[in-house]
């Protein structure tokens, strides 16, 4: 039988290397070098599935998922996965024993962000190196006989054989990032963890750029009860004035209440499309 | 006379700088390495003027910014300056004469995402290496004898005295960043080019994660035909199921209208915060 092959934004060691370690099991990953390339190779079936970040401080941002999921292919949103934000301290036991020993720190410039007081008050006076992700940094410290550190998840850590000498320096506990599970194959879709709900994405378009446009909108959701977890707007880049809404509700789709918004929005103007109904998985 | 000092999310060379450069005239400019670091520069009065992104795909992401502002310091936004995305492939031209020359193309690797067809179709065989900023790329081909590419924007490239060898290689064309112009002073913002119109952030907090709590909130501005540019809807990070709201109002802060919105809003148990009402700058 056949192995069902994912694709991830990589390189390894990075956050999205760690949410599908979280959610798939023994099957084939493969890493790609950009959210575009990623996406491609599920749209002509060279891997079954893809994930990607939707919101991520430190690979990517949701414009560049998002947009290219509209505008160039469209694939189905079959899952989510929620992960903690949560940045150690890594470095090779052998050279580095204590905090004061390390004399740089390497990372993604987000990563360094996301540590700022604690590097403020722990390493003032290690230097600062950026790198163009997590799993790079933890990739140069394992190589370096230098008392430098990187900082990156637990995956980064045991990828690149290095220990974790100060667990969460994260500056906001309550941070976590979201991965979409793309698949022109649903079925395929096996996830270990238990689902903790479900979700619908809904693409609107308005008619034109008015005063109360978006109020009208959310109307046909509102009066039907139906709880909005997440609304961004974003321009539709067609040019300037035309804005789209991207508006998760937190069920799936239905025969009844989700089909009637649509007919609702669809005979005021609006374009409606379902970007996907899913499962979020939370991964601890 | 003392000079206005500005600072900004750097290094040389990025779309950041390219914003500050394109806006303000002589003044002392400092390129800070992370964008907490600049924003806490100026809430030290170490600067005038902080200069971040908002909306980038680029060096940073609207969250990192977004949260900082929200969470550590506040320091109210007084203008916003919106640059078009251009990126352009740069070379030595003592090395390079032609595309098919290049043998690897060096950026940031959400610039060699936003180029994903033109390296696709143009330099398919060119070899991809990710760097840390479009700054750093330009850098590195300029110190570089082999023949290499960089992707990155005219300022890298007037920066490390590169030649533009094809211009806008970018896939889409109506591309925009939005920086926010951050400072304490605001009689010294002095920018060069035109207001094309003014705008107020408001932050809301719901008292609670009730359906149909947002269409309620939407109310208070339609109903006064106040148009919203943005909206986007964040958790508060101090636990799972609260939301705030963003919201750009596309008018300056006035004396009847957004007072009766902040007023109502309030009755109903919101927490609003104005983060500021400013002009807006478009860069051609």
Redesign the interface.
């Given at each position: 039988m056949k192995l069902t092959s994912i694709g991830y934004l990589g390189p390894k060691g990075t956050f999205t290397k760690l949410a599908v370690d979280a959610t798939f099991n023994g099957e084939h990953k493969e890493a790609f070098?950009?959210?575009?390339?990623c996406i491609d190779a599920v749209d002509k079936g060279e891997i079954d599935i893809g994930v990607v970040p939707l919101?991520n401080?430190i690979?990517?941002?949701?414009?560049?998922t998002v947009?290219y999921l509209i505008?160039q292919v469209r694939i189905p949103v079959v899952g989510e996965i929620v992960v903690p934000i949560q940045q150690h301290l890594l470095v090779r036991s052998d050279i580095v024993q204590k905090e004061s020993d390390i004399e740089e720190v390497h990372s993604?410039?987000?990563a360094?962000?996301?540590c700022?007081q604690y590097l403020h008050q722990n390493l003032h006076n290690a230097k600062?190196a950026?790198?163009?992700?997590t799993g790079?940094a933890a990739e140069i410290v394992s190589n370096s006989d230098q008392p430098i550190a990187a900082i990156g998840n637990r995956a980064a850590a045991s990828e690149y054989g290095l220990e974790i000498m100060k667990e969460n320096i994260h500056d906001?506990?309550?941070?976590?990032t979201r991965f979409l599970v793309l698949s022109h194959q649903p079925e395929k879709v096996k996830i270990k963890s238990e689902a903790k709900g479900d979700k619908t994405t809904l693409l609107i378009t308005l008619p034109s750029?008015?005063?109360?446009a978006?109020?009208?909108i959310?109307?046909a959701?509102?009066?039907r009860?139906?709880?909005?977890?997440?609304?961004?707007?974003r321009?539709t880049?067609?040019?300037?004035g035309n804005?789209f809404f991207i508006i998760d509700v937190n069920q799936a789709y239905d025969d009844v209440l989700l089909p009637g918004v649509k007919a609702e929005l669809e005979a005021l103007g609006c374009q409606v499309t379902i970007l996907g109904s899913y499962s979020v998985y939370d991964i601890l």
């Open positions: 070098k950009t959210i575009p390339e919101e401080a690979e990517g941002t949701v414009q560049l947009d505008h993604h410039s987000h360094i962000a996301q700022h600062i950026f790198t163009s992700s790079k906001y506990p309550n941070n976590h750029d008015q005063a109360g978006l109020h009208q959310l109307s959701f509102a009066w009860k139906l709880n909005l977890s997440k609304i961004e707007s321009p880049k067609t040019g300037l804005y």
